[in-house]
């Protein structure tokens, strides 16, 4: 069984991601050509989709008045869709990186696993899941620039009931950093003046403020919220009459 961990990073010649305190540095920073750290800290996704912008105008300026250029330019640089691409990050994703760990240790063991991430996979990712045989992958934040679903539905799905496909799940439960939250001293501490804290039942608040729910069920809640009001039409997806879910402390 294979247990492999993965994160953000730009890949290195040899192998491996490139880290601040990797022996190969040895404190020399000129040796570390992640991002920031390379060319004055440019992005290079952005550089790459102004130019894409670029050619885009060059391509329909037969098309488009010389006086519109700027125009078009701007709004060119607002469109969602440019903004939104990944294509050409240099960073490996940690899915990614964590997939090839495992394939160095494990090999075969991915086939049928599951992978753990805090982030809904981007549709590169999805597509290494994929192939690497993963059954089924639990995330806690949506990703809404992610393609996995559209381009992949074939082998991806996010129906918990689909047994045929890769299964991208949104968690449910706590997640490691929350339990930092629940549990940690408050900044005033315990005691004061070498004497414990008492706190009235009658003056006590909750912890932690925020709902525990799973997003689905949050979504679900704000959805429901909408349709009552009549700011969206409900297509079918959510029950009128079905009870809201419980809302934690």
């Not at 599951?114 to 809904?120: G, I, M």
Request: charged share 25%; with cysteine.
């Amino acid at each position: 069984m294979s247990s492999d961990i993965g994160w953000n990073d730009v890949p290195k010649f040899g192998g491996g991601l490139y880290i601040s305190n990797s022996p190969a540095f040895e404190g020399d920073a000129d040796q570390d050509f992640r991002c920031w750290n390379r060319d004055g800290g440019k992005c290079f996704n952005d550089e790459e989709k102004a130019l894409f912008a670029e050619e885009i105008l060059r391509s329909l300026s037969n098309a488009i008045p010389r006086e519109k250029l700027t125009e078009a330019r701007e709004a060119l640089q607002r469109n969602g869709k440019l903004k939104g691409l990944i294509e050409f990050s240099r960073a490996i994703h940690a899915e990614m990186h964590a997939i090839i760990n495992a394939n160095r240790i494990g090999g075969d063991a991915l086939v049928g696993g599951r992978l753990y991430v805090t982030t809904y996979p981007c549709h590169s990712c999805a597509r290494h899941i994929v192939v690497a045989g993963i059954r089924e992958v639990y995330y806690i934040e949506p990703y809404r620039k992610s393609l996995a679903v559209r381009l992949h539905g074939d082998a991806v799905s996010e129906v918990e009931t689909e047994k045929d496909k890769v299964r991208f799940l949104a968690f449910e439960g706590v997640a490691p950093s929350r339990y930092l939250s629940l549990f940690k001293t408050p900044l005033a501490g315990r005691k004061q003046q070498g004497k414990m804290i008492k706190i009235s039942a009658a003056k006590a608040s909750p912890k932690l403020e925020k709902s525990l729910e799973a997003l689905p069920a949050l979504e679900a809640v704000v959805v429901r919220s909408l349709i009552s009001k009549n700011l969206v039409a409900n297509n079918g997806g959510i029950d009128d009459d079905a009870p809201s879910p419980p809302r934690a402390a």
